[in-house]
């Protein structure tokens, strides 16, 4: 699913609630991470949850690749968010990315708790630090 898509269908929310549902929903329908990738490398600094992540560009195409799982069910949800804010983007094209704002647009900082707030933020930061060596 793409950011879009995703954006479309959360803006249309009529309530946290189903928002919260649909985020859920979206955590189910990531693939989950094979085990040999959940490696201590792979793992987000300053996650509450566990979170593994995999950032990889396409030089043939220099489109990013990420990858990632959590052992939350909420968690995965905002991770499958983020991963489709930056799937597909050229390097240039993510580090203008402002994932903070987008999900502020959606209405979900303001129901986030402060730990969650900040495992989003050490996501987000990990991606454009790592993406930042291919800019």
């Given at each position: 699913m793409t950011y879009?898509?995703?954006?479309?269908?959360?803006?249309?929310s009529p309530s946290w609630q189903h928002s919260y549902r649909e985020i859920m929903l979206l955590g189910k329908q990531l693939p989950a991470l094979p085990e040999p990738l959940k490696t201590e490398q792979?793992?987000?600094?300053?996650?509450?949850?566990t979170v593994w992540l995999h950032i990889d560009l396409d030089e043939q195409q220099q489109h990013l690749l990420l990858v990632g799982d959590s052992d939350t069910r909420i968690v995965k949800g905002?991770?499958?968010?983020?991963?489709?804010?930056?799937?597909?983007?050229?390097?240039?094209?993510?580090?203008?990315i402002?994932?903070?704002?987008?999900?502020e647009k959606l209405g979900l900082i303001k129901h986030l708790s402060p730990s969650r707030g900040n495992g989003i933020k050490a996501i987000v930061d990990t991606i454009q630090q790592q993406v930042s060596q291919w800019a």
């Open positions: 879009q898509e995703i954006y479309t269908k959360l803006e249309k792979a793992r987000v600094k300053g996650c509450e949850s905002l991770l499958s968010i983020v991963l489709a804010l930056y799937n597909g983007k050229t390097p240039m094209q993510a580090l203008e402002n994932a903070y704002k987008e999900f």
